[in-house]
């Protein structure tokens, strides 16, 4: 009797080692399939990667006019702000030096803004493109769109850097027949 319990103790041990083994195939099996997934989207992700790269040199590009802006801004208010300190005649002298000023602030502002909404726009297109290839969802209309309405935003900033220059000038024209 004790060998009987015995043998079915060793097909028991044999049946249980089997369903492991089983099991460890699967998982191998699985982890196979996950890995072969990968690697078959890597030329998808690398592809994405190189549709990437131009934008993010826009980025680059429209970070260098944005650290312009910001310094002819910084250097507007400081003269706005030591003009507006003046007293009396000098003040007076001065007053439409600080209009334009004031003008130049407002242009550089509204440059500012949309550089800044350029480069938030080419951010939402190079994560839109990430998306569409993750989810495999067709992302290309609201990339293209996207990528448009940066560049729109970047005309009208460098439009209006341009005029802000217009007016740093024209104070410099009207400093000289004085």
């Known amino acids: 009797m004790q060998h009987a319990c015995l043998n079915y103790s060793i097909i028991d041990k044999f049946a249980v080692s089997h369903v492991l083994e089983d099991r ?19 030329p998808t992700v690398a592809h994405v990667i190189q549709q ?22 910084g250097r507007t208010v400081d003269r706005f702000r030591l003009l507006g300190e003046l007293k009396g005649v000098e003040a007076e002298a001065h007053h439409v030096e600080m209009r334009t000023l004031a003008r130049r602030a407002h242009w550089t502002h509204w440059s500012i803004t949309l550089c800044t909404t350029c480069a938030l726009l080419v951010c939402m297109s190079i994560v839109a ?47 000289k027949r004085s």
Request: net charge neutral; proline share 1%; charged share 10%.
């Open 24 to 42: 460890v195939f699967f998982k191998f099996l699985t982890l196979r399939i996950i890995i072969m997934d990968v690697i078959a989207n890597i």
């Open 129 to 175: 493109m990430f998306v569409g290839v993750e989810f495999a969802i067709d992302l290309s209309d609201a990339v293209s769109l996207l990528f448009i309405a940066a560049m729109l935003a970047l005309i009208g900033g460098l439009l209006c850097f341009l005029r802000e220059i217009s007016l740093a000038t024209g104070i410099i024209v009207w400093r």
């Open 52 to 73: 990437a790269v131009a934008p993010v040199f826009l980025l680059t590009g429209v970070a260098g006019i944005l650290g312009v802006l910001t310094s002819r801004l």
